[in-house]
């Protein structure tokens, strides 16, 4: 099924576009190139193809952070943005029904208001646990397992290896990329999610029947790599949890920031999505 929608023509005009109408259309990717006119527009999607196709370095830009650092950015050529939305059409759907029941991030029809209200969902009762973990992931984007995904990943893993070691560009000089899925890739998040969507089912796993798992108050709310766990005690959220959380991550080439990633009361408040 993915591979008749991914030769629809159908899928490949709407493919492109979306990226000749989204914000960064204007952004050129190494070669330089944008598709304003009609006619570049309908030559692209005649030629999105998968056969010989090689996608091109990224263009690596940086961007400020809230924080006053920078953020690295890479940018994709035209055409391998139209494939990446080409290939995303076939490869949504699948990650939908895989998706964590409270992750909000880069999922349709959720945003970040989602994810507040469910926090509040699970804190704003009288016998609503007291304690959270506030989990920050080391550098996500850059450091996700190439081989977790490309042994996870529901795609052509030809396609998804071609993109993943595409390399980028910065003044000049070619880089190799070893890890991680450059955020500024259209497919980026979804690959993301997908690597951090299960995360619940393995906190659920810590528990051998309902009634411990109701008496230690568990619940994951997530956007996008920012998450939040609660528990009804500290002890379990060092002990039980977070070990737990970073045996996931490992697996996937990730590791929790020990400086920013914490356990409070719920009475010092919470910095989620602040």
Known sequence: MQSLLTRS??????????????????TPGVDG?????????????HNLCSKGY?????????????NGGKRPLGIPTMRDRAMQALHLLALDPIAETLADPHSYGFRKGRSTADAIEQVHNV?????????????????????????????????D?????????????EQGCLFPTEAGTPQGGIVSPVLANWALDGLQQRLESLFQTVREARAAKVHLVRYADDFVITGSSKELL??????????FLRERGLTLSETKTRITHVSQGLDFLG
């Open 157 to 169: 893993k030809r396609l998804l290896r071609k993109w993943l070691k595409a390399g980028y560009r």
């Open 123 to 155: 804190l704003g009762r009288k016998a609503s646990p007291k304690y959270v973990l506030e989990g920050d992931i080391k550098g996500c984007f850059d450091h996700i397992s190439h081989d977790w995904l490309l042994a996870n990943v529901c795609m």
């Open 54 to 66: 090689h996608p091109a370095p990224l263009r690596r830009i940086h961007i400020p952070k809230a």
């Open 33 to 45: 190139q944008t598709w304003s006119t009609p006619e570049e527009k309908w030559h692209a999607a």
């Open 9 to 26: 023509t159908s899928a490949k005009v709407l493919a492109v576009k979306r990226v000749t109408e989204n914000q960064g259309r204007k």
């Open 238 to 247: 060092e002990t039980k949890v977070k070990p737990a959380v970073a045996e």
